[in-house]
Nanobody
Framework: QLQLVESGGGLVQPGGSLRLTCAAS????????IGWFRQAPGKEREGVSC????????NYDGSVKGRFTISRDKANNTVYLQMNSLKPEDTAVYYC????????????????????WGQGTQVTVSS
């Protein structure tokens, strides 16, 4: 069974950086596309970024493009989300999710297409 665990959240000042980690045990993340999603209080869960199985394709929501970077670390079976130039509106619970797609070079940041979710990690951007 695919189980995902997020880490790396915390409190950071505006303009600061955080790196989130998505890890799995007993399952190779190389077999799934991975996405990062977030949910702020009172709002729907939204897609932030995703990376394809091959790692060759990534997608970003327009609100984070140029500030966030998603990447794979195959040696450690993890996926990272590097978040720079953080803004108060980035405050949310961040989740990683897996899409058991057969397509190697595409990924989807629609929450409805994901097959497994982690428990989430809180990111708070505040002075």
């Amino acid at each position: 069974q695919l189980q995902l665990v997020e880490s790396g959240g915390g409190l950071v000042q505006p303009g600061g950086s955080l790196r989130l980690t998505c890890a799995a045990s007993g399952f190779s993340l190389d077999k799934v596309a991975i996405g990062w999603f977030r949910q702020a209080p009172g709002k729907e869960r939204e897609g932030v970024s995703c990376i394809s199985i091959s790692g060759a394709s990534t997608n970003y929501d327009g609100s984070v493009k140029g500030r966030f970077t998603i990447s794979r670390d195959k040696a450690n079976n993890t996926v990272y989300l590097q978040m720079n130039s953080l803004k108060p509106e980035d405050t949310a619970v961040y989740y990683c999710a897996a899409d058991r797609t057969v397509v190697q070079n595409m990924c989807n940041i629609n929450p409805q297409f994901q097959d497994a979710w982690g428990q989430g990690t809180q990111v708070t951007v505040s002075s």
